[in-house]
């Protein structure tokens, strides 16, 4: 059991599909193991799986997060309850297939991850108002929805580009409305060419009252040396 006091758990949303939310949730996980901390990131419910020639589906996310970590000795259930084919919300992606997704679940399997690990990152499913579990008959329980069940702060990933200062706003306006802690942005550049909106986003969004945490680079290469700081903030918050 993890001592009282010593667990931290993140939620990492984005302000839309496709802002990069695993590969920066899986550099900061290596970069807080590099450091000497047992941290480890999970993603409940996962679409847009590839269908293996087994018929089974292949959760390329977890499977990316739980090798971040370095744990591919552990059972992929550690870090995954749910897998969807179509890449669409998770909870409509659900219904087209006949599958029904039980937000307690995903509760249940984040509780568990933090008995085992000191610094737990959660990824979750688009953005923050994205349809994440139940049906249109019974009604849906959002990203927001199921935050608000674990009860713990959020980082937002959000696109470096035209159009972000809106989506950001946004959705740190909906964490407040909801009383959830915002943690922090991170701005990353997911376009090798920018326009002139990249030297001014983030200080727009400071004078707003958003902290951010980091612009990142395009590109994988040096992603890790730009989350290095991030990584530290996050283990000494």
């Known amino acids: 059991m993890r001592k009282p006091g010593l667990q931290k758990t993140f939620f990492v949303t984005g302000t839309d599909t496709g802002v990069g939310k695993t590969t920066v949730t899986g550099s900061l996980v290596r970069l807080l193991v590099a450091g000497g901390h047992r941290a480890r990131a999970i993603k409940p419910i996962e679409s847009g799986c590839r269908r293996r020639p087994d018929g089974t589906l292949e959760p390329s996310d977890a499977l990316a997060l739980r090798r971040a970590a370095g744990l591919e000795q552990c059972p992929l259930e550690q870090f995954i309850r749910y897998r969807l084919a179509e890449p669409l919300a998770p909870a409509v992606a659900a219904e087209r297939a006949g599958v029904s997704l039980d937000l307690t679940a995903c509760v249940e399997l984040v509780r568990a991850a933090q008995d085992t690990t000191d610094l737990l990152l959660v990824e979750g499913a688009g953005g923050l108002l994205v349809p994440f579990t139940g049906d249109a008959q019974n009604g849906y329980q959002t990203v927001a929805d199921f935050v608000t069940a674990l009860g713990v702060p959020v980082l937002v990933i959000a696109r470096a580009r035209l159009g972000t200062l809106n989506h950001i706003l946004l959705t740190v306006r909906e964490l407040d409305r909801r009383g ?12 090798a060419e920018t326009g002139p909106e990249g030297e001014d986003n983030a200080r727009v969004l400071r004078t707003f009252g958003v902290r951010v945490l980091a612009e990142l680079p395009y590109g994988v290469a040096r992603l890790e040396t730009s989350l290095t700081n991030v990584a530290r903030y996050l283990a000494e918050s």
């Open 180 to 191: 959830i802690a915002c943690t922090g942005v991170i701005l990353n550049a997911v376009d």
